[in-house]
């Protein structure tokens, strides 16, 4: 069985030659985050956790990101506490030499759907729903690529493509055929709090911007410090120039 | 004190002299040190160089202790240090981005001695200590690309390690004692973090020889002629010292840009998956400042035997592997395959044309080797990899006995008076 799935995977990663793939593109306006100045939209941030948790968090892990981290979307201690007794999950042992279940505390990962890839694989067909903690780094196109795959979904395929059993097209993904169905098939999968329409975009939307601040967590620190690291360069370096200009005037 | 060495420092810096005289060697080589007066910026990047390697051993040194070598631990612990340690992004990334600036800043260096001819005698030793500082900084760079342990380590530890397998007879033995096992494992990987973590300071000291030779014969300098008088130089300190500083400012800007927006831009994404040995990425493509050598290491394509036999004498592969080290090691015999008189390229009308359609040829290399080698590119590749070994084997020694050079000038003070 194991055999015949990577026999399987194995031509669907040797299809791209055949199949046309598509340009990935953003949605329209753009991604706020990015740019010299773009910090994280806070409301697309937690709408997107809500996406993750309720949509994708049945196949995908995020095993990078601790529940804590949720701080930075602007939840309160308290609010994370609840999101992570949301899960439970195996600790121990204890003093008995028993391993136990408990609900997840702030300071553990995001809890994963599955115990291991191979209980991952089984449930979805013999495919890995691969960890989404540094998906947005991993892929080429980064942020659109993930836009386009999730909102691609539904197109006929070319007439001499076979779309494989248990497989979906998809012109964005690479051999044109992936095994997730549409994640996003519907409007209103999920139901926001802060009023916004949780169209199918816009969900593919928030859930990038989530999934992007989960790989790039310090991002807007970075760039904050680099505005303060090239303003002193700035200056730093206008000041050697006047000093190296002054001190060779006669040279020259 | 019986010792010939009289100290000119006062007080506790002349009690240290007089015993180890440091501060003299300080003054001597980097404040009243004659230096022509005539560098252009290009002769920033020597300085520049050595900043980065500094930066590369002191951010890697932090790194390291965060770290964990470790086939199933390697990922996650650079992961952790990017996530829950105080500025380890910060620390990751200078030093991720800072091997593309160190290499940026020696090509820089290295053109600029071809350019002017600073190869050339007495400068022969320096510039080897130069192409064997070249050598042990792709290693080290190799090296440390693979600790992450993300897809594109892995693959690249598997492709290169097993280059040597092209060696006729023992290739396949020294692979596997390469690896420590019979494929690139955890054996693998804590030697290459031991060595990535040893060859730095090799280069360091390599290095000191480099800039020891180079303070015996003095720099050489855009007009390639020998400073005759005090007329002809400036003390390093304060002159290239500011001029250093203020070059080393511009060229840190560059690479703040790199960090702080664009951190991940000269990597490849998918050194963001784990290793995985049970899955080939579809292009394996190595740093861009490695695509030259790994374009003309691609471009070898046919096996050499004896016609009419199927003895195989040199592998499309080992023929690869041949050519890929050439290219770095001709840099070894440089000087005397160019027998020009004149160092200049100032004064070498047909050598300086030849030269920039070498760094063009260089650069196509570049783009080559990040292209898949199928159809055109292969061809292109190999007349590119032609032309690569024809600058060197043929256009230099050619030029040296043909090219006219122009008159050179008879002093540095006289041409620059003069407006040269």
Same mark, same amino acid.
């Given at each position: 069985?194991?055999?015949?799935?990577?026999?399987?995977?194995?031509?669907?990663?040797?299809?791209?030659?055949?199949?046309?793939?598509?340009?990935?593109?953003?949605?329209?306006?753009?991604?706020?985050?990015?740019?010299?100045?773009?910090?994280?939209?806070?409301?697309?941030?937690?709408?997107?956790?809500?996406?993750?948790?309720?949509?994708?968090?049945?196949?995908?892990?995020?095993?990078?990101?601790?529940?804590?981290?949720?701080?930075?979307?602007?939840?309160?201690?308290?609010?994370?506490?609840?999101?992570?007794?949301?899960?439970?999950?195996?600790?121990?042992?204890?003093?008995?030499?028993?391993? =136990?279940?408990?609900?997840?505390?702030?300071?553990?990962?995001?809890?994963?759907?599955?115990?291991?890839?191979?209980?991952?694989?089984?449930?979805?067909?013999?495919?890995?729903?691969?960890?989404?903690?540094?998906?947005?780094?991993?892929?080429?196109?980064?942020?659109?690529?993930?836009?386009?795959?999730?909102?691609?979904?539904?197109?006929?395929?070319?007439?001499?493509?076979?779309?494989?059993?248990?497989?979906?097209?998809?012109?964005? =993904?690479?051999?044109?055929?992936?095994?997730?169905?549409?994640?996003?098939?519907?409007?209103?999968?999920?139901?926001?709090?802060?009023?916004?329409?949780?169209?199918?975009?816009?969900?593919?939307?928030?859930?990038?911007?989530?999934?992007?601040?989960?790989?790039?967590?310090?991002?807007?620190?970075?760039?904050?410090?680099?505005?303060?690291?090239?303003?002193?360069?700035?200056?730093?370096?206008?000041?050697?120039?006047?000093?190296?200009?002054?001190?060779?005037?006669?040279?020259? | 004190?019986?010792?010939?060495?009289? @100290?000119?420092?006062?007080? /506790?810096?002349?009690?240290?002299?007089?015993?180890?005289?440091?501060? @003299?060697?300080?003054?001597?080589? #980097?404040?009243?040190?004659?230096?022509?007066?005539?560098?252009?910026?290009?002769?920033?990047?020597?300085?520049?160089?050595?900043?980065?390697?500094?930066?590369?051993? $002191?951010?890697?040194?932090?790194?390291?202790?965060?770290? @964990?070598?470790? @086939?199933?631990?390697?990922?996650?612990?650079?992961?952790?240090? &990017?996530?829950?340690?105080?500025?380890?992004?910060?620390?990751?990334?200078?030093?991720?981005?800072?091997?593309?600036?160190?290499?940026?800043? %020696?090509?820089?260096?290295?053109?600029?001695?071809? #350019?002017?001819?600073? #190869?050339? !005698?007495?400068?022969?030793?320096?510039?080897?200590?130069?192409?064997?500082?070249?050598?042990?900084?792709?290693?080290?760079?190799?090296?440390?690309?693979?600790?992450?342990?993300?897809? &594109?380590?892995?693959?690249?530890?598997?492709?290169?390690?097993? +280059?040597?397998?092209?060696?006729?007879?023992?290739?396949?033995?020294?692979?596997?004692?390469?690896?420590? $096992?019979?494929?690139?494992?955890?054996?693998?990987?804590?030697?290459?973090?031991?060595?990535?973590?040893?060859?730095?300071?090799?280069?360091?000291?390599?290095?000191?020889?480099?800039?020891?030779?180079?303070?015996?014969?003095?720099?050489?300098?855009? +007009?390639?002629? !020998?400073?005759?008088? !005090?007329?002809?130089?400036?003390?390093?300190?304060? #002159?290239?010292?500011?001029?250093?500083?203020? $070059?080393?400012?511009?060229?840190?800007?560059?690479?703040?840009?790199?960090?702080?927006?664009?951190?991940?831009?000269?990597?490849?994404?998918?050194?963001?998956?784990?290793?995985?040995? &049970?899955?080939?990425?579809?292009?394996? %493509?190595? !740093?861009?400042?490695?695509?030259?050598?790994?374009?003309? *290491?691609?471009?070898?394509? /046919?096996?050499?035997?004896?016609?009419?036999?199927?003895?195989?004498?040199?592998?499309?592969?080992?023929?690869?592997?041949?050519?890929?080290?050439?290219?770095?090691?001709?840099?070894?015999?440089?000087?005397?395959?160019?027998?020009?008189? %004149?160092?200049?390229?100032?004064?070498?009308?047909?050598?300086?044309?030849?030269?920039?359609?070498?760094?063009?040829?260089?650069?196509?290399?570049?783009? *080559?080797?990040?292209?898949?080698?199928?159809?055109?590119?292969? /061809?292109?590749?190999?007349?590119?990899?032609?032309?690569?070994?024809?600058?060197?084997?043929?256009?230099?020694?050619?030029?040296?006995?043909?090219?006219?050079?122009?008159? %050179?000038?008879?002093?540095?003070?006289?041409?620059?008076?003069?407006?040269?």
């Amino acid at each position: 069985m194991r055999l015949i799935l990577s026999l399987l995977a194995t031509l669907v990663f040797a299809l791209p030659a055949a199949a046309k793939e598509m340009h990935p593109h953003g949605p329209e306006g753009g991604w706020k985050h990015k740019g010299v100045f773009g910090s994280y939209d806070r409301g697309a941030l937690q709408r997107g956790l809500l996406v993750y948790k309720q949509v994708c968090a049945a196949c995908h892990a995020l095993n990078l990101v601790a529940y804590r981290n949720l701080a930075m979307l602007g939840y309160s201690e308290d609010e994370i506490k609840t999101i992570a007794a949301e899960k439970r999950v195996k600790d121990g042992p204890n003093d008995q030499g028993e391993m =136990f279940d408990r609900p997840a505390r702030p300071s553990d990962p995001f809890v994963a759907p599955f115990a291991n890839d191979q209980a991952a694989r089984v449930a979805n067909g013999g495919a890995l729903p691969p960890d989404l903690s540094l998906i947005i780094k991993a892929r080429h196109g980064g942020e659109n690529y993930v836009y386009s795959l999730l909102t691609g979904f539904g197109e006929t395929p070319p007439a001499d493509m076979k779309i494989l059993p248990g497989m979906n097209y998809n012109p964005y =993904f690479p051999g044109g055929q992936i095994a997730m169905p549409p994640p996003l098939a519907a409007d209103d999968l999920v139901s926001y709090s802060d009023g916004t329409k949780a169209t199918k975009e816009q969900m593919a939307k928030d859930v990038v911007q989530f999934l992007a601040w989960a790989a790039e967590p310090h991002m807007e620190q970075r760039k904050r410090i680099g505005i303060r690291v090239m303003l002193f360069l700035l200056v730093l370096t206008g000041v050697f120039y006047a000093a190296k200009r002054q001190l060779w005037r006669d040279v020259h | 004190m019986s010792s010939k060495h009289v @100290t000119s420092f006062k007080g /506790i810096t002349g009690w240290i002299d007089q015993r180890l005289p440091i501060f @003299t060697l300080m003054q001597n080589e #980097y404040g009243s040190f004659p230096t022509p007066r005539n560098f252009n910026y290009l002769w920033n990047f020597g300085a520049i160089s050595l900043f980065m390697l500094l930066l590369m051993i $002191g951010s890697g040194v932090v790194l390291a202790m965060h770290y @964990t070598a470790d @086939t199933h631990l390697s990922f996650n612990s650079v992961e952790r240090l &990017m996530r829950d340690v105080n500025y380890g992004w910060l620390l990751r990334y200078m030093h991720m981005n800072g091997a593309s600036m160190f290499f940026l800043a %020696v090509y820089i260096h290295l053109f600029r001695g071809m #350019y002017y001819g600073s #190869y050339k !005698e007495p400068r022969e030793l320096l510039w080897i200590l130069g192409v064997l500082i070249l050598f042990l900084m792709i290693a080290t760079a190799f090296m440390g690309y693979v600790l992450p342990w993300g897809q &594109m380590s892995f693959w690249a530890a598997t492709v290169i390690t097993n +280059l040597m397998s092209a060696i006729p007879l023992v290739g396949d033995p020294i692979v596997t004692w390469l690896w420590g $096992g019979f494929s690139v494992d955890n054996p693998t990987l804590t030697r290459f973090y031991a060595l990535h973590y040893l060859l730095p300071f090799v280069i360091f000291g390599v290095v000191f020889l480099h800039i020891a030779a180079l303070h015996v014969c003095g720099s050489n300098n855009p +007009l390639g002629i !020998e400073p005759k008088s !005090e007329k002809d130089t400036l003390p390093f300190h304060p #002159y290239y010292t500011m001029k250093d500083t203020f $070059g080393l400012c511009v060229f840190l800007m560059l690479y703040a840009v790199f960090i702080f927006w664009m951190p991940n831009a000269l990597g490849h994404p998918d050194n963001s998956i784990p290793a995985n040995p &049970m899955m080939t990425p579809p292009h394996i %493509v190595p !740093e861009w400042y490695f695509l030259p050598f790994y374009a003309i *290491l691609r471009s070898f394509t /046919i096996d050499i035997g004896i016609p009419f036999t199927h003895i195989v004498l040199i592998s499309s592969k080992l023929g690869g592997v041949i050519l890929m080290v050439t290219s770095i090691a001709v840099g070894f015999v440089l000087p005397w395959l160019d027998t020009s008189p %004149v160092r200049s390229a100032r004064f070498r009308p047909l050598y300086r044309i030849f030269f920039w359609v070498f760094v063009a040829d260089s650069i196509l290399l570049g783009y *080559l080797g990040s292209q898949p080698p199928e159809g055109i590119y292969v /061809i292109i590749s190999q007349i590119a990899m032609a032309y690569y070994f024809a600058h060197f084997f043929l256009v230099i020694p050619l030029l040296s006995k043909y090219e006219k050079p122009l008159p %050179v000038p008879k002093s540095i003070h006289e041409a620059i008076g003069s407006g040269a």
